[in-house]
């Protein structure tokens, strides 16, 4: 395959020598808005428009890890995961194990990882800003062993998460609607969570409505990181406010505000234990997708951990 980093070949001429394999979820909300066929030939098309080639999987949840992993074995083609923050996060295992850089093609609703990589806006842009992109390296976080690539929570926020979920597909017609009713359901029926933390070789008991744990720092109402391999985990404790806390909160997030919120503390660090004093098993979010987990979470950074074509440079 050609030598990504062969300083001699310009990004135009270089995206010329360029052929992908696509892995894309088939559940995808794009796909679906779209039809499967037709989503095919759209992205052929803009692979081709951008001077590169393509071959296009559409395959079921199920079936992404082991498609990927074949293409990985196919050192000639570059391999692509595409689909939401959630499809990225179920590949990452597979990511992990390929010594050479990767593409994502974001496809979901919120897309929080392809906006960091300077993919945006339509599907024929996020492709040509693709085939001209540059490798990157990128730090990943972790969860008890399992990675993350940009957020994981308990409390409030993933509840968001929940919620959001489930006002996508009762919304589907309009963000602001499903945002301001996940958004409410979340502030009146989110509950206090104690939780034991272990940070800098430090223990704090805190009770919360949240805590956020994010690969490195994320700013504004978009949610972007300056760096993807900043080296740090940042945890984020939302206190317990009650209604009229949570409701700050999530306006402050709807408006970037909420770096400067009297109701959230923010912290950096390497690694970071949670546990639940209740014991219970409690609804954790992984990148947009929620699991329910018992016992302590261990969270570690991965350092440089992944090399992703990106449209912008690491640091911006």
């Not at 394999?21 to 794009?30: K, M, P, Q, S, Y």
């Not at 179920?90 to 093609?105: D, N, S, W, Y």
């Not at 309009?174 to 933390?197: N, Y």
Request: glycine share 10%; aromatic share 6%; with cysteine.
């Amino acid at each position: 395959m050609p030598d990504l980093s062969e300083p001699s070949v310009e990004p135009e001429a270089r995206a010329q020598l360029r052929c992908f394999r696509v892995i894309a979820n088939a559940r995808a909300g794009t796909v679906l808005e779209a039809g499967a066929d037709n989503f095919s030939h759209r992205l052929e098309e803009a692979f081709a428009a951008a001077g590169c080639s393509a071959e296009i999987e559409l395959l079921p949840p199920r079936q992404i890890q082991e498609r990927l992993r074949t293409a990985i074995e196919d050192e000639n083609i570059i391999p692509v995961i595409a689909g939401g923050d959630g499809t990225v996060n179920g590949a990452l295992p597979v990511l992990l194990g390929c010594t050479r850089p990767v593409g994502i093609l974001p496809l979901g609703t919120v897309n929080v990882l392809g906006r960091d990589l300077g993919l945006l806006g339509t599907i024929e842009e996020r492709v040509a800003a693709l085939c001209r992109g540059e490798p990157v390296a990128m730090d990943l976080g972790s969860i008890n062993g399992r990675p993350f690539h940009s957020i994981s929570g308990m409390g409030f926020f993933s509840l968001m998460a929940r919620e959001r979920e489930h006002a996508r597909r009762r919304f589907p017609f309009s963000r602001t609607i499903a945002f301001a009713f996940a958004a409410t359901r979340s502030i009146l029926f989110t509950r206090p969570i104690r939780v034991a933390m272990e940070i800098g070789g430090e223990q704090r008991q805190v009770e919360a409505d949240a805590v956020l744990v994010t690969v490195n720092q994320f700013d504004g109402a978009e949610w972007r990181r300056n760096r993807l391999d900043g080296g740090q985990l940042e945890v984020h404790i939302l206190d317990t406010g009650g209604l009229l806390s949570r409701a700050k909160a999530a306006l402050s997030m709807l408006t970037g505000s909420w770096r400067t919120s009297r109701n959230l503390v923010s912290l950096t660090a390497e690694a970071v234990t949670l546990t639940r004093r209740d014991k219970r098993r409690g609804h954790v979010t992984f990148d947009g997708e929620v699991e329910r987990r018992a016992g302590s979470l261990e969270y570690r950074l991965l350092p440089a951990a992944l090399q992703v074509i990106a449209a912008r440079p690491a640091e911006i």
